[in-house]
């Protein structure tokens, strides 16, 4: 899979900044997530040098599978609208460098984060069957979104940030002994299937109810204001686009 990457933060992201961090992205695509998902890729900077996007159509800004955008201010009308004019019908991502900022989270996380979900599922369309967070007797349906619940654990590749991101394991029953996310932070109380880290959240469909949930731990003030930030994003954001 190639992601191309479209920079329009350039006044806060340097070009040469950003081929700096998706140096670091693709090593961790490489080394660290296709290894455990089998699913390779690779982000490549291209188009959009301009400081705001052509409303004509631009071959030469994407030719990859996927595109994804850094955008310097919360827009999604803009970069949903310049995405419907070009690229319509490819699958997308975006990353809001003011709310990286909000979040107190280095943008180069947050592309991380989303460079990993879009190989996962692209469309973001994709659900799990797996027990129900306060009822273990009956099931729900996951997002299978791999960074989500562990959003707030980060580690180091060449000096820049990247996402910490749950294993094919942490979608299945446990298994003692298994791994089910790549940092094992705590090895006293590893991340458990279907469970949350500190900070972090899980989005689930409730046939039951008929409607779309975010789980985050009881009274987890970081979570809650995560995903209160995010939802600025409109549906320039994976979770709003699954009508949260």
Known sequence: MLISIINQAHERVPDIEMQRTLRAINQQIEYDFAPMWGLPATVRLEGSVAKRPRNESAAADARGDAVIYVWQHVDPDGVLGYHERNFRGVPYGVVFVEMSDALDEPWSVTLSHEV?????????????????????RRHVFYWQ???????TQTYR??????????????????????????????PQHPLQPFAIADGGYVGYYDPHKKKTVAQYAERDTRAIARLKAKQRGGKARRAIRYKL
């Open 116 to 136: 990993l979900e879009t190989i996962a599922d692209p469309m973001a369309n994709l659900y799990v069957a797996g027990p129900h967070p306060k009822d273990r």
């Open 145 to 151: 979104e791999v960074c989500d619940a562990v959003q």
């Open 157 to 186: 590749i060449d000096d820049v940030p990247v996402s910490n991101f749950v294993l094919p394991s942490y979608f299945c029953a446990a298994v003692e002994g298994m791994r089910n996310d790549f940092l094992v932070i705590d």
